[in-house]
């Protein structure tokens, strides 16, 4: 029984035959009970969706593993980096690696077009997904609280490494309820989604407990840390404007006649405006999506969510995963450094950021002051 | 006998230009402060159609370069002083005698620089790294930078280019005046009658780097509780105004149970002794430094003076102060009656008695350098000048 299913899945296009076929109809009796009845209203996706989907994944796991790969491995063999606000770098790597380890999986159930290993293979993919969506997500927030704590008081306010290490600490506490209490279907219950090749918690299910366990992972794991995430780089930038006017300030009451002087404290704000609007935008990107679908599987019209519609939002929280060492580790011009050295070959050079910033600073001062 | 005159100069790396200070200390007098007087030597065949300008530099540093974060810098260049060098502009300008003899000893090539620190600049500090810290240590530095370029905004290229690190200080008065800070406190209890008195008044109100100071505490147990201890601190308050920062740290301190337990109905008087060094605090983070040149006269902060009526606020920059901090254990349920008294330290002005002799004791305790310097005296050098290469000396220097 179980060739037949596989040998249908190998030659689709040719036994699809007549009729179209409804989503779930590869599914072994044993299965079946994982199915919720929604999907099974749909037509089952061709093969060449569930190909361009696993072509989708393998490129993003490709770039999830060496990009975070390289953070942690940089992160963590390089004296000058270990610094406690780079824990949090490390951290996040590592809950996009957990992200990452599901990607394989995925190519394996795209081929036989469902989900494959039964409960237990749905149960592992999906608290994979899940623990690594929160806790990825509290770590962005405990990043944005790092900087702010770093730039608003860089002498004495600087986390320490024990403090950095409570908050790592916090983050995984704070990705573990809802990733235990569906495991063991205390409260909410993990099923396959979308093409029946990948698993989330269930939004789907006509009942209450399922529409408060939506509302409840909704604010927990998206609305209190997109709240924390806008709370720090809003005040953030307000200490910089601060900041800044006070160096105005003073360099009027210096007498520095440097009239391109306005032009570059303008520059330091539209800097850190751009990055943090850059953070909380990939933040939104990736997560958003994800909560519209839940909440409309929950609260809303489901017909809306056709399978292709609920694939899109893992998709996006699994390229935002890909793109968090960019954002976060290669804006670090240290990790930088330290990567030129030790992989020469991707022709990193630091230097010529150097000489970007430096020529912004130049407006100011005139001067380049030669860093390094 | 003529006492020789110490000028430190610097070569641009292509050793084209060079720069001469009289000196790298420049003194805040309150009313005015020191100009900065040097001269600039050329290479007569290298400069032909090419222009000379200086600049008077100033950098806070306010966080760790490793801590930098979001693109943002921990540090802020401000330039405070422009001149074109060369050509010369100001033909008439006035001349320090400094300058004057420089330039008749360095010949026609030799052309005057002149900045003046502008109202409202910080004085040097620098607050000392921890062992960790790497980079540049934080706090407010100056710097002449002399370079060839097209215009006096132009970019400074690292081979035509110098920077010599200088400072800014503030000295004592000439006189350090007769007023004994002095600080009165009690302290009552709850559930308890009577109260404990503590009165601590210091031998002067400015002492200067390495002296002794003198607390006389008077201690009247009125109460019912016991002292059972008393500690003394010299307190460092360094306030970081760039950043809105304020940090208090123990530059010297002591303990003692003599006299203790300070009974009810008992009263004690006892001076206190304490130096505050900056060498017993080496390696401690964050403890403000005047800026250092060199790692072998290094001092603690001196305390800012403010101009008459101007708040420390204003003026932006570190500021430093002291006191003297005393603490007494009334026990575990008593808890402590503290005071702060407080005092300046600074260095003595000039030219004053006091001055020669701090002077004279620093150079017994630096022979040894004091020899490795005279060895690089000028021989050929048949006046009474002598040059001091500034690369030597300088620890943190901006290259």
Redesign the interface.
């Known amino acids: 029984m179980f060739m037949d299913g596989n040998n249908t899945a190998v030659l689709p296009l040719a036994l699809q035959g007549n009729g179209p076929r409804l989503l779930g109809w590869n599914l072994p009796t044993e299965d079946i009970h994982l199915l919720i009845p929604h999907w099974q209203a749909f037509e089952a996706p061709p093969f060449y969706y569930h190909l361009l989907l696993a072509l989708v994944y393998f490129v993003l796991m490709v770039i999830s593993t060496v990009g975070n790969g390289i953070v942690i491995w940089i992160f963590s063999t390089t004296k000058?980096l270990r610094?406690p606000?780079n824990l949090f770098i490390v951290n996040l790597a590592i809950f996009d690696l957990c992200m990452m380890l599901e990607m394989p999986m995925l190519l394996y159930n795209s081929y036989y077009q469902r989900i494959m290993g039964g409960d237990l293979a749905c149960t592992i993919y999906a608290i994979l997904g899940s623990f690594s969506g929160i806790g990825g997500s509290a770590t962005n927030a405990a990043i944005a609280f790092d900087?702010y704590k770093?730039?608003s008081?860089?002498?004495?306010?600087?986390l320490s490494r024990g403090q950095a290490i409570m908050l790592i600490t916090f983050t995984w506490f704070w990705s573990l309820p809802f990733t235990i209490l569906p495991t063991l279907q205390i409260w909410g219950r993990y099923v396959p989604e979308g093409f029946l090749t990948t698993c989330s918690f269930d939004f789907l299910s006509n009942n209450d407990e399922t529409r408060v366990f939506v509302a409840c992972i909704f604010t927990w794991a998206y609305c209190i840390p997109m709240f924390l995430i806008a709370i720090f780089y809003l005040n953030l930038f307000k200490h910089?404007r601060a900041?800044e006017k006070?160096?105005k300030a003073?360099?009027k009451?210096?007498?520095?006649q440097?009239l391109?002087a306005n032009r570059d404290a303008k520059s330091?704000e539209i800097?850190?405006a751009k990055?943090?609007f850059t953070i909380f935008f990939m933040f939104v990107c990736a997560w958003t999506p994800y909560a519209i679908v839940a909440l409309i599987g929950a609260f809303g019209n489901r017909q809306l969510l056709t399978p292709l519609v609920t694939m899109i939002p893992a998709v996006c929280c699994k390229i935002v995963s890909c793109i968090d060492p960019w954002v976060y580790a290669i804006?670090?011009?240290?990790y930088r450094a330290a990567l030129e050295k030790r992989l020469p070959w991707l022709g990193i050079r630091e230097d010529l950021r150097e000489e970007d910033?430096k020529s912004a600073?130049?407006a100011?001062?005139?001067?380049?002051?030669?860093?390094t | 006998m003529v006492v020789a005159v110490k000028v430190f100069k610097k070569t641009t790396p292509n050793g084209k230009l060079t720069v001469y200070l009289g000196k790298r200390d420049f003194i805040d007098h309150g009313e005015f402060c020191d100009p900065i007087d040097g001269v600039v030597v050329l290479d007569e065949e290298y400069m032909r159609g090419r222009k000379v300008f200086g600049q008077l530099v100033t950098i806070y540093r306010y966080g760790r370069e490793e801590d930098e974060v979001m693109g943002l810098k921990f540090s802020k260049e401000l330039i405070i002083g422009k001149e074109q060098v060369f050509p010369m502009v100001n033909a008439k300008m006035e001349m320090t005698p400094m300058q004057e003899r420089l330039i008749k000893k360095l010949g026609t090539n030799a052309f005057p620089l002149t900045f003046q620190f502008p109202q409202s600049s910080p004085t040097s500090v620098t607050l000392q790294p921890g062992e960790e810290d790497q980079g540049k240590p934080l706090g407010v530095e100056y710097y002449v930078r002399v370079f060839v370029g097209d215009n006096e905004d132009d970019k400074a290229h690292k081979r035509s280019s110098v920077s010599l690190t200088i400072k800014k200080l503030q000295f004592a008065p000439p006189t350090r005046g007769r007023r004994l800070p002095s600080s009165l406190v009690s302290k009552g209890f709850t559930f308890s009658q009577g109260k404990i008195n503590l009165e601590v008044t210091l031998d002067r109100e400015i002492y200067y780097h390495g002296e002794k100071i003198t607390a006389n505490l008077v201690v009247t147990n009125n109460s019912r509780k016991t002292v059972k201890s008393i500690k003394v601190f010299v307190v460092q308050h360094c306030e970081v105004t760039m950043v809105n920062a304020q940090f208090s740290k123990h530059v010297a301190s002591m303990e003692t149970r003599e006299g203790c337990p300070i009974t009810p109905g008992a009263s004690f008087t006892k001076s206190f002794f304490l130096v505050p060094l900056a060498s017993s605090n080496k390696d401690r983070r964050g403890i403000a430094l005047d800026g250092h040149l060199r790692d072998d006269d290094v001092n603690l902060a001196s305390s800012t003076l403010g101009a008459e009526g101007k708040t420390s606020s204003e003026s932006m920059g570190i500021v430093i102060s002291y006191s003297v901090r005393v603490k007494l254990n009334c026990g575990t349920l008593g808890g402590e009656l503290q005071t702060d008294v407080p005092f300046k330290l600074l260095n003595p002005a000039p030219g004053t008695v006091e001055r020669e002799r701090v002077n004279a004791m620093k150079k017994m305790k630096s022979i040894e350098k004091h020899r490795y310097e005279n060895s690089h005296y000028d021989d050929e050098d048949d006046s009474n000048i002598v040059f001091e290469d500034f690369a030597r000396m300088r620890m943190n220097e901006p290259e």
């Open positions: 000058s610094s606000s900087r770093t730039i008081s860089p002498i004495d306010g600087k910089v900041h006070m160096l003073q360099a009451r210096m007498n520095v440097s391109s330091v800097r850190i990055a943090a804006s670090h011009p240290r910033t600073m130049t100011v001062t005139a001067a380049p002051t030669e860093e």
